[in-house]
Every structure is written in structure tokens, then in C-alpha cells.
């Protein structure tokens, strides 16, 4: 995978931080490998899918485990073995083939870090690997048994666990990754915005985007959000029209960006010049920086979320969407049919992070607020987790009409609702660094940066 047009700068960067990330990387796996009772990990990258009755391989997603490690997300088949006190090992796998392009010579800041070994046949890996297997634990997902070398132990939840737990909390490293990831993912948005406004076809704004951050499809954290009109209010709408609508009225689009596995998310949304959709946009802007502000070390997310709730409540009144208390707007489920997702999600080197739900390291589960199902993130916040605020608003029918019958439905402004129906909703999403007292807007200072 490229890296962004300053791929120099942001290696210098992540280089100078990478022996203190390695470090609590492996602080964090000696205390897995105790608790577990085992003397070695053994990290799989992964093997590419073959589709069902083809010789086709999908596009390879690396186990996140293994980037963790090493900033390789193009690296199938291959092996990090770690034992406590010991220098990582890893087994690089290079074979010789002529179909494909292969891994070229280990290079980069990571290299020092690691004692490698590179083989080319699967067969050659198991030489490597420890003797004793039963005092080993596996970390990855093990698609065809012999690609675990008889370990027995996969993903021991005791390990898995307390690894997930840790990676709520981002090194120093990963951050200045997911800065980077944030700024790649700026310069789409920016070129996304100015073919929306030149009237492209979502296909297009689509193909603007991936060429402004140098990304293939699959290279892609997700898949992209490219909405225009009333697309905008199926959440996960990725169809892309090939052809532009006859009448322009706004655009949603939710991409990311990555560098090196760490991923940014990120989501704006525009108005082709109705000034009363726009000043919606700007009501939901002025909502959205509110609740960035609340992000801090010891906030419940929790909490965070069903506050968005009762300001969305007072959004809905302002744009005459909706009358009523904010708490009795909530009570009646009107907040949740305009807002049905979640406020947001850890984010890392996966879009959705695990340790969402997590209480402690043992595993102990948070579950989200009564009614709002669709939360991924229940965590009381700590110092540098990345999540992302994303609140919604959005005329989807199908939970409208769920308020018909009920007090709901004398709530909300129907006529209102049918004028918003043709822009089909707003989403606002930053990436943001939680701080002590503060936080770090990762999206905004993205922004800010490239259009300098």
C-alpha cells in the first residue's frame, strides 16, 4: 500500500516513536502470555479468501494483531514469535512466484526491532516456530488448520481479552498514524466536495475521492458513503449511481483513509444551495463541536450519547421537525427515529475497534443505554483513546412510521419531515484523541492542515 505524498516525513515521524510503541507492545503481551500460563505468542497475519468455487483471493485484510506489531499490511502467511525478554521473531514469508508481485526485501524504521527470518514455501515456516507447541498460544484466525503448526491454544480468551482491553488505549505512535490517516483522508473529502459541486454522479465523487488519497477500493478502511439526495438516509448506503440525479440537493459522504493499517473515518455533509438545508447542516455542526468538547478522561460514553439525544431533541424543535420536552421527544422514541445509530465507536486498526464494550480486561461486558441497541462504544473514557462523534439526523420512513398510533406521532411536524425527505439526512463525524481535560480533533486539525 502507498503511504501519502509526505510518505517520507510521516515514516521520519512514526520511525522516532516506534521503539517506545514496540515497547508496549510488548509489555502488554507479557502480561497476556502470564495470565495465560503460556511461554510464547504466536502472531498470524492471515491468508487471503478464495471465493466459492473460484481461484479467486478476495482482498487480504491483515489480522490487526500482527500490525500492531509492524507496519506490514501486505504480508500473508506470515509469523511474529514472541516470548518475554526475547527479540520478536519474525517469519517472512517470500515466495518465489511469478503470478503475483511478491514482498520485496524487509526495509524500513521497524527492521532493528525484529529478528527476521525469511522463508519461501509455507513448508519451510514450521523450522521456526517454537519446539514446544503446547506452551504457545495463537493469535489470529485460522482458516485451514495447518496454518496454526499444531498449536492448540488459538485466541485463548483469557489473552484476547486483555489485548483487546489494552488497545483501547493508543501509543504515541499510533496516533501520529492515525493523524496522518486523518489528513490522507481530508484531501478526498475536499475533492469529494468540489466534484459534488460540479454535479458528478456518486461513482464518480466515489472515484475523485480514492484518487485523492491514493487509494484501490480495497484499500479502503471501509467501504465508502457516497450519498447524494435521498441516499443519504440509508446509513450504509454504498450502491454509487452512475449517473447524477436531475436535481442536485446535497451530498453525505462517509470515507476513510489509512497509513500503515491505522484508519480514519470521517463524514460531512453538503448542500447544493438550499440555504435552509444548509442552515440544518450548520445547526448540526453547532450540536456535533458541542459534544466534541465533552470528550474527556472519566466521561461515560454512555452519557455522552443520550445527551446527544436530548440536544438533537432541541435541533429537531429549532428546524420545526418536531415539539415537545427534550426528555418526553426522547421517552416517545421520536429522538431515535430521526437518530437511530450510535454516537460513535473506539477507532484504530480497525474502523469499529474492539474493546467497545469492555469493563476490564476480564471481559466483563458494558451494555448500552435501554432502546439505544446500535451503541458500540459503553466505555468510561481514558487518556489517548481515539473514537469518533458522529451524530445523525435522518428521514428514514421506515422508523417514521413506526410513531404513527403512538403519543410519537402528534410529536413530530410531518410537513416539515416531507420537506427534508428529498436530502435524505445529515451526518458530522471527527475522529478525536481523548485528553485529560480536553481532547484532540484529529478530523478538524486535518482539516485545517491541508487546506493551509
Known amino acids: 500500500m502507498s503511504v501519502n505524498t509526505n510518505c517520507a516525513e510521516t515514516n521520519s515521524t512514526l520511525g522516532g516513536l516506534y521503539s517506545a510503541h514496540i515497547e508496549t507492545v510488548t509489555t502488554r503481551y507479557d502480561y497476556a502470555l502470564e495470565q495465560a500460563g503460556a511461554s510464547h505468542a504466536v502472531i498470524f497475519s492471515g491468508n487471503p479468501r478464495v471465493s466459492f468455487l473460484d481461484d479467486y483471493e478476495m482482498p487480504f485484510r491483515p489480522n490487526p494483531h500482527f500490525v500492531a506489531w509492524l507496519p506490514l499490511v501486505h504480508l500473508p502467511f506470515s509469523y511474529i514469535v514472541y516470548a518475554q ?155 454509487r449511481d452512475r449517473e447524477p440525479p436531475v436535481e442536485m440537493l446535497s451530498l453525505l459522504i462517509d470515507a476513510g483513509a489509512q497509513i500503515y493499517g491505522y484508519a480514519s473515518d470521517i463524514t460531512r455533509t453538503y448542500s447544493h444551495g438550499d440555504q435552509q438545508f444548509q442552515a440544518l447542516i450548520d445547526r448540526m455542526e453547532v450540536m456535533q463541536k458541542e459534544i466534541v468538547s465533552e470528550v474527556v478522561a472519566g466521561a461515560d460514553y454512555r452519557e455522552l450519547h443520550l445527551n446527544t439525544h436530548r440536544k438533537l431533541a432541541a435541533v429537531l424543535v429549532d428546524a420545526e421537525l418536531a415539539s415537545g420536552a427534550a426528555d418526553a421527544l426522547l421517552e416517545s422514541g421520536v429522538t431515535s427515529a430521526f437518530f437511530p445509530h450510535g454516537l460513535g465507536h473506539l477507532l484504530g486498526l480497525q474502523v469499529h475497534d474492539v474493546g467497545g464494550f469492555m469493563e476490564n480486561e476480564s471481559g466483563t461486558i458494558i451494555d448500552p443505554p435501554s432502546g439505544h441497541p446500535f451503541l458500540r462504544l459503553t466505555r468510561v473514557l481514558e487518556e489517548n483513546m481515539v473514537l469518533t462523534i458522529e451524530p445523525g439526523l435522518y428521514v428514514i420512513d421506515m422508523l417514521l412510521e413506526k410513531l404513527r398510533g403512538t403519543p410519537a406521532e402528534g410529536q413530530v411536524n410531518w410537513k416539515t419531515v416531507d420537506w427534508l425527505r428529498p436530502f435524505g439526512g445529515i451526518r458530522i463525524e471527527d475522529n478525536v484523541r481523548v485528553l485529560i481535560n480536553a481532547q484532540e480533533n484529529l478530523t478538524r486539525d486535518a482539516f485545517a492542515f491541508v487546506e493551509a
Request: hydrophobic fraction near 40%; include cysteine; charge should be negative.
Open 85 to 239: 525478554g526475547e527479540k520478536p521473531l519474525l517469519v517472512y514469508y517470500q515466495p518465489r512466484d511469478y503470478w503475483h508481485v511478491v514482498p520485496g526485501a524487509p526495509s524500513g524504521y521497524w527492521t532493528d526491532h525484529f529478528d527476521i527470518r525469511i522463508v519461501h514455501s509455507l513448508q519451510d515456516i514450521a523450522a521456526h516456530l517454537p519446539v514446544d507447541r503446547e506452551k504457545c498460544i495463537l493469535i489470529g484466525e485460522i482458516i485451514d488448520a495447518a496454518t496454526a503448526f499444531g498449536i492448540e491454544r488459538v485466541n485463548p480468551a483469557k489473552a484476547v481479552d486483555i489485548l483487546h482491553y489494552a488497545r483501547g488505549e493508543k501509543t504515541e505512535y499510533e496516533i501520529a498514524a492515525m493523524r496522518a490517516a486523518s489528513r490522507r483522508s481530508v484531501k478526498g473529502h475536499l475533492s469529494a466536495e468540489t466534484a459534488f459541486r460540479n454535479g458528478s454522479s456518486e461513482f464518480d465523487i466515489h472515484r475523485a475521492y480514492c484518487k485523492a488519497v491514493s487509494h484501490t477500493d480495497p484499500e479502503l478502511p471501509y467501504g465508502n458513503i457516497v450519498a447524494l439526495n435521498q441516499h443519504g438516509a440509508v446509513l450504509h448506503y454504498t450502491d
